[in-house]
């Protein structure tokens, strides 16, 4: 298979975010996040990696800036540490936090490269954890003011932006089901997190816009839920889970209405002045996508998990094991025509509704060292399918695979490796994968076909 020619001016990037690289825990006034502390915790980290240490990014940038430039990569996305700019969550602003990715996005500009910051990937200032996190209205106003402290300082020379990745995960990994930080086993009285996420969303649009930013969207997660049965609680399964993990953050955001009226109900506050805030229009909407869920009813003797964490049963679905398909280190269903019917899907749902994409995740857990060629397979036959959901008629404008580096894959440390470029955990040196140089290729080719079409 090769990589199909993709529109002009089609966006070319790689991603990264700040727990799980910067390391530098607690330089240059940085203060504690909710992960720092929860991965601290005894068993928390399953491979016992010291997670304070990322890949050195924050002292290394240079270094990993020059990697994409050898790429050719026209962007990269990155996630500013919020409590490395604002150690206690709201109060003081952290100077040296703030020169730090002044610093980054002149590098990046330096080098012809799009910086595209990600403000909030999971790392929540561990002040505002201890007080409630996402459960606490109080979070998406502080949220709001580090969006534009940060838009302030780096506006003139951010042309993307992006408020918050996957507040899904966050609600069911970190609130529902304790896997990740904040370690809270709600289950549905997770659903305030939710709302609150959604609520911070919409009023970081609303602050980056007033300090000048522009090009503004989000990165939601989104995965093809099949149903594993014919029954009709497993069809009430697959929907829930749908609902829950597709419908329940894009619905508000690009409808301004939640998808199911029992579940708007759950939520905190004055829900209708909410959705008006959160719905405030995007230039842009971000997809990462990973795999399919086969989904139905819960059996005691069937996989349940979600994305490889364990699920109780006592919710009303349960997740099986998709058979027939290459699995990646993460155990993950490799399905490039999943990213298709995602991309379908959502143009189906949402019609003129739907911004402009880009899919800002996209990758696979390989451990092969330098030689991976089943990474180079899955961004293959990913692409390809991309290609497809173009011809269809889906507006895509731009593509960052997950990761640049290998990087601190949260709770499973530094066992899951996404990245183009290897890491070597004990010295922290980077090797670039066969994967970086058939993606430099990629992007090189691209950028050819484009000079000869534009030449005709």
């Known amino acids: 298979m090769t990589v199909p020619t993709f529109p002009p001016g089609f966006l070319w990037g790689a991603s990264a975010s700040a727990f799980q690289t910067e390391g530098a825990a607690d330089a240059d006034g940085k203060g504690p996040s909710g992960w720092d502390a929860f991965a601290a915790q005894p068993g928390r980290i399953k ?18 800036v020059a990697l994409l430039a050898g790429l050719g990569a026209d962007a990269f996305r990155f996630s500013v540490s919020w409590p490395r700019v604002v150690p206690g969550g709201s109060g003081a602003v952290n100077p040296a936090g703030l020169d730090f990715y002044d610093r980054l996005v002149d590098e990046l500009c330096a080098h012809g490269i799009t910086p595209a910051p990600t403000l909030y990937h999971w790392d929540t200032p561990l002040p505002l954890d201890e007080a409630g996190g996402w459960l606490n209205r109080d979070t998406a106003y502080r949220f709001a003011e580090y969006a534009g402290i ?22 069911m990994l970190g609130y529902a089901l304790g896997e990740h930080a904040p370690g809270r086993t709600l289950l549905f009285d997770a659903l305030p997190a939710a709302h609150h996420q959604l609520l911070a969303h919409g009023l970081g649009v609303r602050a980056l816009r007033a300090a000048g930013a522009t090009e503004i969207g989000v990165a939601v997660s989104h995965t093809p839920v099949w149903t594993a049965g014919e029954s009709e609680e497993d069809r009430f399964g697959a929907e829930l889970y749908d609902t829950l993990t597709n419908w329940m ?47 139905g009813a819960p059996r005691a003797d069937a996989l349940e998990t979600f994305s490889g964490f364990g699920m109780p049963a006592e919710l009303p679905f349960g ?45 696979c857990a390989v451990d092969e ?3 991976d060629t089943r990474r180079i397979a899955f961004l293959e036959g990913h692409l390809g399918a991309l290609r497809t959901a173009i011809d269809a008629g889906v507006d895509v404008r731009g593509y960052f695979t997950w990761s640049l580096t290998d990087n601190v894959e949260w709770i499973e440390g530094a066992s899951k490796r996404f990245g183009l470029v290897h890491i070597d955990y004990e010295t922290l040196r980077r090797t670039p994968k066969e994967s970086y140089a058939w993606y430099r290729d990629v992007i090189r080719s691209q950028k050819a076909a484009r000079t000869v079409e534009s030449a005709d």
């Open 47 to 64: 491979d016992g990696t010291d997670t304070s240490r990322g890949t050195g990014f924050h002292e290394r940038y240079r270094e990993d």
């Open 150 to 171: 940060v838009a302030e300082r780096l506006a003139d020379r951010v042309p993307m932006w992006i408020t918050i990745n996957e507040p899904a995960e966050v609600t």
């Open 249 to 295: 953050f894009a619905d508000p955001i690009l409808t301004g209405r939640y998808p199911d009226e029992n579940f708007a109900a759950l939520m905190p506050g004055p829900v209708d002045d909410d959705l008006r805030t959160i719905s405030t229009p995007l230039d842009w909407y971000g997809v990462n996508y990973y795999n399919p869920t086969l989904v």
């Open 319 to 363: 997740i099986r094991e998709i058979e027939g398909y290459e699995k990646t280190d993460f155990g993950w269903p490799v399905v490039p025509d999943g990213l298709r019917e995602t991309l379908v899907q959502l143009q189906a749902r949402y019609g003129d509704r739907l911004p402009p994409l880009y899919i800002t995740e996209n990758g």
């Open 369 to 371: 060292a330098v030689t």
